[in-house]
């Protein structure tokens, strides 16, 4: 455990579990996705018997036009009006037009968003979407689903009381702008590769980093584990420098994990072809 999860290892906390988890959500040909939040620290405790909160990213990796990440609600939305409708979808099935609700941000290749626990979100359609979270993913909590079926035919469940226990209102359009859409900011550079801190939070036990280089970049896990996922590029090459072990090829938008013990190691571009990987890490 420790060789993997380096200091983290010690941590009561996170005993047992690996604490990041990396998925896929793809709605390029499809839909919205439903509209959803989860829960935080003293609910997911209370209610689940959980040790950590559920918090999201959305990193895109590809996009159509006009897609649209769903992230708060709008300044001028009426909680309580809002409210009605949702639980009367969920019990009379009758629809309504959650844009007129719910904030949506324009999506582009490259954008981060962040999802602390209790913010209603959801991805739009058109979208390719990384999605780097706690791996308490099992509590997704449903809003809206515009009444669409399963794949057993049924409506898919809506958990409307649960989902307005955890939601924080106070998430709107500005404050979404501000808060959880962050400029990229260098923090590490040299010839030929650049580092950037694209989206951290004090209530976010994770931070997400982008790698960009023409070549190589050389890394140290300083005792702490890395997660990397090529996002352009056809695929990287990871070599240990200070421990044993062969290179090992990532192919683009796989995950490869570097455990805490590999110490200095060197991330090359394999075709010779100019890369970008997202790097996620504790948050420091």
């Known amino acids: 455990g420790k060789k993997?999860?380096?200091?983290?290892?010690?941590?009561?906390?996170?005993?047992?579990?690996?604490?990041?988890?990396?998925?896929?959500?793809?709605s390029y040909h499809g839909d919205d996705m439903a509209l959803q939040s989860h829960p935080d620290d003293a609910y997911i405790g209370n209610h689940f018997n959980e040790p950590f909160r559920q918090d999201e990213s959305y990193y895109l990796v590809d996009t159509a036009p006009?897609?649209?990440?769903?992230?708060?609600?709008?300044?001028?939305?009426?909680?309580?009006?809002?409210?009605r409708l949702v639980e009367r979808a969920?019990?009379?099935?009758?629809?309504?037009?959650?844009?007129?609700?719910?904030?949506?941000?324009?999506?582009?290749?490259?954008?981060?968003?962040l999802i602390p626990a209790g913010t209603i979100h959801g991805s739009g359609k058109g979208n390719t979407v990384l999605e780097i979270s706690a791996t308490t993913y099992r509590y997704?909590?449903?809003?809206?689903?515009?009444?669409?079926?399963?794949?057993?035919?049924?409506?898919?469940?809506?958990h409307s009381k649960e989902a307005f226990d955890v939601l924080d209102q106070a998430r709107r359009t500005n404050w979404v702008l501000k808060n959880l859409k962050q400029k990229p900011r260098k923090v590490r550079g040299g010839k030929g590769w650049d580092e950037f801190l694209i989206g951290k939070r004090d209530d976010m036990f994770f931070e997400v980093r982008r790698l960009e280089f023409l070549s190589k970049v050389e890394e140290d896990t300083a005792g702490e584990f890395h997660l990397l996922i090529p996002v352009v590029g056809e695929r990287i090459t990871i070599e240990p420098r200070d421990?044993?072990?062969?290179?090992?090829?990532?192919?683009?938008?796989?995950?490869?994990?570097?455990?805490?013990?590999m110490g200095r190691y060197r991330i090359r571009s394999t075709k010779g072809d100019p890369c970008q990987v997202v790097k996620v890490i504790m948050a420091t």
Not at 8 to 14: I, T
Not at 67 to 78: A, H, I, M, Q, R
Not at 102 to 110: A, L, R
């Open 4 to 26: 993997l999860l380096g200091k983290l290892g010690s941590k009561k906390k996170y005993a047992g579990q690996f604490p990041i988890r990396i998925n896929y959500d793809d």
């Open 66 to 83: 006009g897609s649209k990440v769903y992230l708060g609600l709008k300044e001028e939305t009426d909680y309580a009006e809002f409210r």
């Open 90 to 113: 969920e019990k009379d099935l009758i629809p309504f037009d959650h844009n007129q609700y719910v904030n949506s941000i324009p999506s582009q290749p490259g954008d981060l968003f």
């Open 140 to 158: 997704t909590l449903h809003f809206y689903d515009y009444l669409r079926p399963g794949l057993d035919g049924n409506l898919r469940a809506i």
């Open 243 to 261: 421990s044993e072990g062969d290179p090992v090829e990532v192919p683009f938008s796989c995950l490869g994990v570097i455990p805490a013990a």
